[in-house]
């Protein structure tokens, strides 16, 4: 969450500091990291309760960020937007209030039902703020086509 209120919290005007991109990317390998922790640690005690938690941390939190940040890196002026950024920061909040609810859901906490709930709908709403911007990007001719260029 500290990475989110960096790159948030990090606007000069108009101009963002961080990248929709970098945040990704980042966010990404933190994402992952702590999912193969709690694997590790799921194997060591034998105890796979919480696999359906620790499967959507990584299929969201590493795959689905990483395929973010490579959309954005090829759409330099999309990577610098505001919107971008808050859709990366809306998708990583709710990936991690999801994962805890589902992980307190199967491991027979029904509190996490509240969780998992809000959290899938915020994954929901991110989803779709990133298929607005794409469909927004893709049918711009001036930024649709704004990808990196190969060298002449």
């Known amino acids: 969450m500290l ?8 606007f000069a005007g108009e101009r963002i500091i ?13 994402l992952v990291l ?12 034998r105890d796979h309760a919480a696999l359906p938690a620790h499967a959507h941390l990584n299929l969201l939190g590493w795959v689905s960020l990483f395929l973010f940040g490579f959309y954005y890196r090829l ?4 990577d610098r937007s505001r919107a971008a950024l808050v859709q990366v920061s809306v998708w990583i909040a709710g990936t991690i209030v999801m994962t805890i609810g589902v992980g307190l859901v199967h491991t027979g906490r029904e509190a996490g039902d509240p969780l998992a709930a809000v959290g899938s709908i915020v994954v929901l709403a991110a989803m779709l703020m990133f298929g607005w911007l794409v469909y ?3 049918r711009d001719p001036a930024t649709g086509r704004n990808a990196i260029m190969p060298a002449e």
């Not at 209120?5 to 990090?10: C, I, L, N």
């Not at 961080?18 to 933190?30: E, I, N, P």
């Not at 702590?34 to 005690?45: C, P």
């Open 18 to 30: 961080m990248k929709a991109s970098s945040l990704s990317f980042q966010a990404a390998v933190l």
């Open 3 to 10: 990475l989110i209120a960096f790159a948030v919290g990090k």
């Open 34 to 45: 702590a999912g193969m922790v709690w694997g590790l640690q799921m194997a060591i005690s």
């Open 136 to 138: 927004r990007c893709e």
């Open 75 to 78: 759409h330099p002026s999309l």
